[in-house]
């Protein structure tokens, strides 16, 4: 089934060794993908915001992205799904702005790739793809649909019979056998020992599950009904680890200790700060294409489990920090904005106490 659900990253694999014939030339491919990404990072934030977001962005990914670096040495999809997810946002904008028909191609064929390269993909394409709806104009859509009706409904009828054809021929029963295998897995080894990471951790959360089929003939459905409030609880916790293990060890003890949490929550307070000013400023819907990559993330993080590397929210990583950024510099502007109020108040004040002065 990992196979299946890897299948772009193990083709591009196997395309790199036999070409190189050396897997330390594809250990250095992605070293050199994991520094393209920071390339991404500042396209999307000049676009979205200004240079200096953009300049701050690409500061903060470097700084904080050394682990992503680090996987980058060994064979993990992490470095290329994030390269290309952030290949796949940067190709949606330009051609939203451009509207070119390359930059179309380009990012339909990146999206095609996203979904088979690994699960996170499935997941992050499908927000991608409430951002297009919410930014597209609908009467252009009309538009395309009328003047292409008769190719949409024969591609649409086409799509339902193989669908059903798959379905009555019992051509899909390995597949959808595996994905519930797949999906008693995490539910057994997982969800039912109360585990919030891929591992056992002190922090874990022990019920004694209910495993009784009684909804739907599912599994699935089953056990989650059946532990609804073990589940949520289960994934409170998740939601606080997605934080960072951090939140886990924070003892107020002391200045230092609250010093220690100011800093991790710093990061936080820009997030919130660059929010509120992309909502402030108008410019919240364009720029949403992050919000929603981030929360893709965390769904599919909270719903199946966060890896105790954090590898699986490592995708988030740069959207979160391009947001951090503009929170930053909008901090840094309004700040110089009251300093260079304050300074023509008191050049003002100085300028008439001189004048009072000169005249007695």
């Known amino acids: 089934m990992n196979d299946i659900m890897y299948i772009g990253y193990n083709l591009l694999l196997a395309l790199l060794l036999g070409l190189f014939k050396d897997p330390v030339a594809v250990v250095f491919i992605q070293a050199v993908v994991a520094g393209l990404s920071i ?23 470097y700084y904080y992205s050394w682990p992503i670096t680090l996987w980058s040495t060994y064979i993990l999809s992490d470095s290329f799904f994030i390269s290309l997810l952030l290949l796949n946002v940067y190709l949606l904008l330009k051609f939203m702005q451009s509207n070119k028909s390359v930059y179309k191609i380009l990012f339909i064929m990146s999206s095609v790739y996203i979904l088979v390269f690994r ?71 997982v969800y039912a020992k109360g585990w919030i990471y891929d591992r056992p951790s002190p922090h874990d959360y022990f019920y004694k599950p209910n495993y009784t089929i009684d909804v739907l003939n599912s599994l699935i459905l089953s056990f989650l009904v059946n532990n609804w409030d073990h589940v949520s609880i289960l994934y409170g916790k998740r939601i606080i680890a997605f934080v960072g293990k951090w939140a886990w060890d924070i003892k107020l003890t002391g200045i230092r200790s609250y010093v220690r949490l100011g800093w991790y929550l710093l990061p936080a307070a820009l997030f919130l700060v660059g929010t509120i000013a992309a909502i402030v400023q108008g410019i919240f819907r364009k720029a949403s294409i992050l919000w929603l990559t981030i929360f893709a993330v965390f769904v599919f993080c909270i719903i199946l489990f966060i890896d105790g590397m954090y590898r699986y929210k490592a995708p988030s990583v740069p959207f979160i920090m391009i947001v951090v950024a503009y929170g930053a510099e909008r901090v840094f502007h309004e700040g110089f904005v009251l300093v260079k109020k304050m300074a023509v108040k008191l050049f003002s004040k100085t300028r008439r106490n001189t004048g009072l002065d000169s005249s007695m």
């Open 119 to 189: 699960p996170t993909g499935v997941v992050s394409l499908f927000f991608i793809m409430v951002y297009i709806l919410i930014n597209i104009d609908t009467q252009k859509v009309w538009e395309f649909i009328n003047r292409h009706r008769l190719a949409i409904g024969g591609s649409l009828a086409a799509a339902v019979i193989t669908v059903i054809y798959l379905f009555v021929g019992n051509k899909l029963d390995p597949f959808l056998s595996s994905m519930q295998f797949n999906a008693k897995m995490v539910l057994y080894n």
């Open 39 to 61: 390339i991404f990072v500042y396209k999307i934030s000049r676009m979205l915001f200004n240079k200096i977001t953009a300049i701050i962005a690409s500061f903060f990914y």
